[in-house]
């Protein structure tokens, strides 16, 4: 895919995830931003574990916002769009869109169940501000010379 | 308290909160948050379980952002304050801050973990908007008769 | 299937899965067996939300075992055996197997994970003991008129 | 303490503990069971962090196992009892009992929750097996010339 495509991950609400209002717990949504995030690196053409265990680089959360629109129930099957919305060699902004879709012969139609982004920078592992290595760049659609 | 004095929550990182990275991981700020949140409500003198036990009334998340500035670590004593920013009878917003506080005889300075917010709305145990019970609005430090 | 049928899920690692040992923290193990079971019963014919939405009936965990063989890592693909060893229309027994797989292409064998087994009774909502209704019996293998 | 003394934890449940049962998702026992045992380090005289930190020394879980006998529920104030039933340079286990107990002024018996017991080995940090440190044997009542 193109660094700008989005790449689409579908999760499978768990039991486990839900909370005693009978929906899923809001801190989930994070977590399912990240599943779809590393969905996200292995469309663009690499595996986000080799970047950690091959090259040393971590890519770690700085910021994160979320909109609760609609909830998600066990057993749903939430679709995540995602999309690189800023790049360069030091850090990266993902954006997340999430929808429940109804199931084959279900009827009914998607229903928005949250919004948000991500904010990240690169690190190393002894999580100081590292440098995305070069050959990494173009899967993120990071021009090889970046005016820095 | 009064209902814009500054609540503080103290919670001892677990193990099972910590990542690959070696920090913790991010989605439990959030889990941190609710917890300084039911704390924040025994501190303003009611429990919030009752709130949901006796009144039927939820306070469901409707948007949350955080910003994280230093990783938080197993077994760190981590000290959360809690304010209410705004409140009516349809919807509060908290801001919390968070900082690693060293024990007795460890020395070091506190630092700032985290900064975030939440946005909530009452529901009733349908999930459809309710108005929270006038006995607990003084609580809030929300005005008896509130202009809508 | 047939009730003693075993059933295949595969879960991929998730990263906040991990702790800073570097491997899955040993209780996610439980929400894997957890998405096994709802997989098996989807093997065997029926969804376990409807069981819950439609009839009332709640699959509770009254006993849990788990042995840990070798570690499960981020990202790798596992693969859990379901299979029902006990069921009578009060109670249920699962049996787990946990394996490692490499991805096409890795090289290398599958690896075990581990093993381990749940033990359920069936509840109403009010948590009190009822009896798994006589439609859903032969999914699970049970004679339609057991001897109690 | 002595080694085969019983240390005693207090957990406050949390609301993204709970499942949409409306009580406390049975794989949170053992977080639980984590955040007691490593107060009975506390109260054993070392904290389980600096094990890890200074030594390089991981108490790996190899197995554990859980009884669900009563449910606990959001806000409950859990009691873990724990206690080290088998230890020696290469291994040990530690035995818990869980109960919710009223707080004050709110009357009624404390309540068992569940039982579980869970083994361990001491890996390094390459998970390899290693052997717990002279120092910290004592700690544990192993005798410092142990028959192997």
């Known amino acids: 895919m193109t660094h700008n495509a989005c790449s689409l991950t579908h999760i499978r609400a768990r039991y486990a995830e839900t909370d005693q209002m009978g929906v899923v717990h809001h801190a989930n949504y994070l977590i399912w931003m990240e599943v779809a995030r590393v969905d996200y690196c292995r469309d663009?053409?690499?595996?986000?574990?080799?970047?950690?265990?091959?090259?040393?680089?971590?890519?770690?959360?700085?910021?994160?916002?979320?909109?609760y629109l609609?909830?998600?129930?066990?057993?749903?099957?939430?679709?995540?769009?995602?999309?690189?919305?800023?790049a360069n060699h030091r850090a990266v902004t993902f954006q997340y869109e999430m929808r429940s879709v109804p199931g084959p012969?279900?009827?009914?139609?998607?229903?928005?169940?949250?919004?948000?982004?991500?904010?990240?920078?690169?690190?190393?592992?002894?999580?100081?501000?590292?440098?995305?290595?070069?050959?990494?760049?173009?899967?993120?659609?990071?021009p090889e010379r970046q005016p820095q």
Chains 1, 2, 3, 4 share one sequence.
């Open 70 to 86: 609609s909830p998600a129930r066990y057993d749903d099957d939430i679709e995540i769009a995602t999309v690189l919305t800023r």
């Open 105 to 142: 012969g279900e009827g009914g139609k998607a229903r928005r169940i949250a919004t948000g982004h991500t904010g990240h920078m690169f690190l190393n592992r002894e999580l100081r501000p590292a440098s995305l290595p070069a050959e990494f760049r173009s899967l993120f659609g990071i």
């Open 44 to 67: 663009a053409g690499f595996r986000y574990r080799d970047l950690e265990n091959q090259h040393g680089i971590l890519l770690v959360v700085t910021e994160v916002d979320c909109r």
